[in-house]
């Protein structure tokens, strides 16, 4: 009942031309999936033209942050408004690597979140424990910390445009993945949390996908956990190849 989404995070890769050459080798790849969302992040630079190479491909397009304000004198900002005028549908916030250089705490999450979802964007919003925290055992504080600070003011009439993924910094390109056990223990953790902050409906409705050296080889194993409904991949949605395969065993695991 939940459709799976596979979500690839271009970081800081990909020229204009590399990012529509990308996309003109992937959509041939992934042409029969009909039950997998597949959404790609690409740099704010390249998001026009990737739209434009999207075209009917029913791929969605999503920024990898944004602004709370809609305008002003925010130099270096983009906002909800504009991501949607250049075809957005999609905005991951919160990305752990926005918290550790750019200074991101759980309150601009808050704010952002709250501006995208008013904007009509839908958020992937990103959590998720380091190492230090996991080993001291803190790993359900912090994200119980995350999720409530981040939803402050959050509706649950607005819950069909919020995604969560749940990204151990520790897995972030590191190659190590968390195993399928203890994914699927954390993302059981998310949606009891969610249960409880709203309601059973709301937690059961949510797509909480996992991101952290996601590849082809270990997706299967992933999605067939039954709080895991797809993932953010970052690496290897780099190559159209790798991110078919991880599509494929997604749309194929259901
Ligand atoms: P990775 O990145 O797949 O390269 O580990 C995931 C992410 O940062 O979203």
Redesign the pocket.
């Known amino acids: 009942m939940r459709k799976p989404v596979i979500a690839g995070?271009w970081k800081l890769y990909n020229s204009t031309a590399e990012a529509v050459k990308l996309i003109d080798e992937l959509i041939p790849l992934v042409s029969d999936t009909a039950l997998t969302e597949i959404v790609v992040a690409p740099a704010f630079t390249a998001l026009s033209a990737v739209k434009k190479a999207l075209a009917d491909s029913g791929i969605q397009l999503a920024a990898q942050d944004c602004f709370w304000e809609e305008e002003g004198a925010y130099t270096g900002e983009v906002s909800p408004m504009m991501l949607t005028d250049v075809g957005c549908s999609h905005v991951l916030i919160g990305?752990s690597?926005r918290r550790q250089f750019f200074g991101e705490t759980d309150k601009t999450v808050n704010k952002k979140l709250k501006a995208a979802i008013a904007g009509r964007l839908t958020v992937i919003f990103c959590i998720g424990e380091t190492l230090a925290e996991r080993e001291s055992g803190n790993t359900f504080a912090v994200l119980r910390r995350q999720i409530a600070e981040a939803l402050t003011g959050f509706s649950e009439t607005e819950s069909d445009r919020l995604i969560i993924a749940y990204?151990p910094v520790w897995?972030?390109?590191t190659g190590k993945t968390a195993s399928e056990g203890q994914a699927q223990e954390t993302h059981a953790f998310i949606r009891q949390l969610l249960s409880e902050l709203y309601s059973p409906d709301m937690a059961s409705r949510i797509r909480i996908l996992y991101?952290?050296?996601?590849k082809a080889d270990n997706i299967g194993g992933l999605m067939s956990q039954p709080d895991i409904d797809g993932a953010?991949?970052?690496?290897?949605s780099l190559k159209a190849e790798s991110f078919a395969a991880i599509v494929r065993f997604a749309e194929f695991q259901e």
């Open positions: 995070n990305h690597e990204e897995a972030i390109g991101g952290g050296s996601v953010l991949v970052g690496g290897a």
